[in-house]
Nanobody, 129 residues
Framework: QVRLVESGGGSIQAGGSLKLSCVASNFDTSTYCMAWFRQAPGKERERVASIGGRAGDRIYTDSVRGRFVITKDNAKNTLYLQMNSLKPEDSAIYYC??????????????????????WGQGTDVTVSS
């Protein structure tokens, strides 16, 4: 049974940094693509960043490019999201996500909610001005 468990959320002032972690069980991070999504109250869930399995390619949504960095440690089966220069509009619940498909492992194939097979429970990030 696949399990994704996030940690690292919290409350922080604008301009600060947080690092989210997601430990994956029964999910091979060296093969399959993963992503971070977020959902603010009253808004749809949106992709923040994704990373390919085999190639490790990365894609970011425009609003976080240059501020957030997605990485993974395959030896630890763990996905990370380093968030810098945080803004109040970054406040949301952040979800770790993964897709198991041997023929679709690049970052570009983990960008839509409909493409995701597994979700974590979410971790709350609140940025105050």
């Amino acid at each position: 049974q696949v399990r994704l468990v996030e940690s690292g959320g919290g409350s922080i002032q604008a301009g600060g940094s947080l690092k989210l972690s997601c430990v994956a069980s029964n999910f091979d991070t060296s093969t399959y693509c993963m992503a971070w999504f977020r959902q603010a109250p009253g808004k749809e869930r949106e992709r923040v960043a994704s990373i390919g399995g085999r190639a490790g390619d990365r894609i970011y949504t425009d609003s976080v490019r240059g501020r957030f960095v997605i990485t993974k440690d395959n030896a630890k089966n763990t996905l990370y999201l380093q968030m810098n220069s945080l803004k109040p509009e970054d406040s949301a619940i952040y979800y770790c996500a993964g897709r198991i498909d041997d023929s679709r492992t690049s970052a570009g194939q983990c960008i839509a909610v409909s493409e995701i097979d597994y979700w974590g429970q979410g971790t709350d990030v609140t940025v105050s001005s």
